[in-house]
């Protein structure tokens, strides 16, 4: 009992030395900034998922609220998101707004569970390659996703690029925030630098009486506490259907994307996060959002980054960036809408250049071709396409490649014993991978009456290891020889145990090493 209350003693203590009044200062600036770039974010991914500015708002107050509270990752950002939003938009095409809500509170669901079930572990197998393509990508996906602020509408209501002054002007007004993000933290670093750029350049704006966009020229922000709300869908099997293979795709995109920014934000920060964690905060977030009016949501690297280089680094700063988000919805709407857009894109694209991995194209010569054709790839799927679909051919092709390089490692010394037996000592996994090159070592032809094959440098790794041990058993067998193994691990001779009607070979015992008996005592 003494150990743990000086446990918890020494807990409050490390709490309240962190939270000195400097680092509270630093936490709600943080969270300030995070939450004016979250707006213009979440009413233009509300507009590409075809639902109101408000169901994205909503969203991002919600999911980042519990997520910052409860999430495994401190100082991580989450929100609605382009890569969910993309999902979401041919469900609301066909069915409507009410059964996106049904599929975020049933994606909230499976979420927990992968949480419960502790799969969010599986994140481990990803490749750093994948790791640094799924982060260029990503950025170029962020920088693309600004450019849309550089269109206005046309005289036939169609989206034209911007020409003339309004576009000098955007571009003035862009390029005079990044400066101001850039050499702020060279004078002082008590302000959050894109704080700084944006208040700078929007009192610009307003003293000058400049013809700039403002957030107003998307959309209205204001509105009311978001309200309980059950989807208003049958409660059916057909319902069911239709939401399910939605929820599948959104809870898997969701879940990559907040643990690989958790990695991420853990990398730049030197901490660790709790992936199963984040993914219970995620289902948690995701169930509520649903049952609020929200379209759900998952981390955003963006803003997760803005709130890393603006020095949040505890709870504190995402809870802020919530608060001030709904700040916003309820009280502070009309200023909000007179910031200009050109002072957000600036911010983004700064992150733009700190999420970048530049260090990247300059070790494209110096690492394996697989390696750097994994990372391009990784990239431009995750560009072309969305971020799940990347990561997984990502992984997929990382896999071959080193199943193919492990294949080909694959080789055996051969030596004949006193008696007559001829022993082949196996290097190198046996694997679906490497079957052939295996079967290519033996000759049943010319062999001796015994032969032996060792595997104390080799594993028998799957089924098809097994097969063809099976296959070469059965070769030996029909030119009238016995093939025994020996120096066989514990987890190889449980799967041969475990498959014992399909492989008949002898097992020898090696008294001398212990290992390779037919019975565990």
């Not at 000195?20 to 507009?47: D, M």
């Not at 049904?102 to 994140?123: D, E, H, P, S, Y």
């Not at 506490?225 to 989807?231: Q, V």
């Not at 995750?382 to 492990?406: K, Q, Y």
Request: charged share 15%; hydrophobic share 55%.
């Amino acid at each position: 009992m003494g150990g743990i209350l000086q446990a918890n003693t020494n807990n409050l203590s490390s709490m309240v030395e962190r939270f000195t009044p400097s680092r509270i200062k630093t936490e709600l600036l943080s969270g300030l900034t995070v939450a004016l770039a979250l707006v213009p974010e979440a009413v233009a991914f509300a507009f590409v998922a075809g639902v109101h500015p408000l169901v994205g708002l909503y969203a991002a107050f919600l999911v980042g609220l519990i997520t910052a509270v409860f999430g495994g990752r401190p100082g991580m950002i989450s929100g609605a998101t382009g890569a969910l939003a993309v999902v979401m938009v041919s469900l609301v095409a066909t069915h409507g707004v009410e059964y996106l809500f049904a599929t975020v509170v049933l994606m909230g669901i499976l979420q927990i569970l992968a949480g419960i079930f502790r799969l969010g572990k599986f994140i481990r197998m990803v490749p750093y390659p994948v790791m640094l393509g799924f982060v260029n990508g990503l950025a170029i996906v962020i920088f693309l996703a600004q450019l849309t602020q550089f269109k206005v509408p046309g005289a036939d209501g169609s989206m034209e690029w911007m020409q003339g002054s309004s576009l000098y002007m955007m571009l003035g007004l862009v390029l005079l925030t990044m400066a101001i993000i850039f050499i702020m933290p060279k004078i002082t670093k008590a302000i959050p630098a894109p704080l700084v750029g944006i208040g700078v350049v929007s009192i610009l704006v307003i003293a000058l009486g400049l013809d700039a966009r403002t957030v107003g020229d998307m959309a209205s922000i204001a509105g009311g506490l978001p309200e309980f709300h059950i989807p208003m869908v049958p409660l059916d099997m057909e319902t069911f259907t239709i939401i399910l293979p939605y929820a599948v795709i959104l809870a898997a995109i969701g879940l990559i994307e907040s643990l690989l920014t958790l990695n991420l934000v853990s990398e730049m920060t030197d901490t660790q996060g709790g992936a199963s964690k984040e993914c219970v905060a995620q289902g948690v977030a995701n169930t509520v959002t649903g049952f609020f009016g929200g379209m759900g949501g998952c981390a955003m690297i963006g803003q997760s980054m803005i709130n890393v280089t603006s020095g949040g680094r505890e709870r504190l700063s995402g809870i802020s960036a919530a608060l001030f988000l709904l700040v916003f919805i309820l009280f502070a709407a009309p200023l909000i809408e007179r910031i200009p857009l050109a002072a957000l894109v600036g911010v983004m694209f700064m992150v733009v250049i700190a999420t970048f991995a530049w260090s990247s194209l300059r070790i494209l010569n110096n690492i394996p071709r697989s390696d750097a054709f994994v990372l391009v790839l990784v990239s431009c799927v995750t560009v072309i396409s969305d971020l799940a679909i990347a990561v997984v051919v990502g992984v997929i092709v990382a896999a071959l490649v080193f199943a193919w390089e492990s294949a080909k490692k694959v080789h055996a010394r051969v030596d004949v014993t006193a008696d007559g037996s001829k022993v082949y000592m196996l290097e190198g996994p046996l694997f679906f991978g490497s079957v052939s090159s295996f079967q290519e070592l033996f000759d049943p032809k010319t062999d001796p009456a015994d032969v032996i094959v060792d595997f104390r440098n080799s594993r028998v790794v799957d089924h098809s290891g097994l097969q063809a041990i099976e296959a070469l058993a059965e070769k030996y067998s029909n030119a009238g020889k016995q093939l025994h193994l020996r120096h066989l691990s514990k987890d190889c001779r449980s799967l041969l145990q475990n498959a014992q009607h399909m492989v008949e070979i002898s097992v020898l015992e090696d008294p001398r090493y212990g290992v390779a008996t037919d019975y565990e005592k």
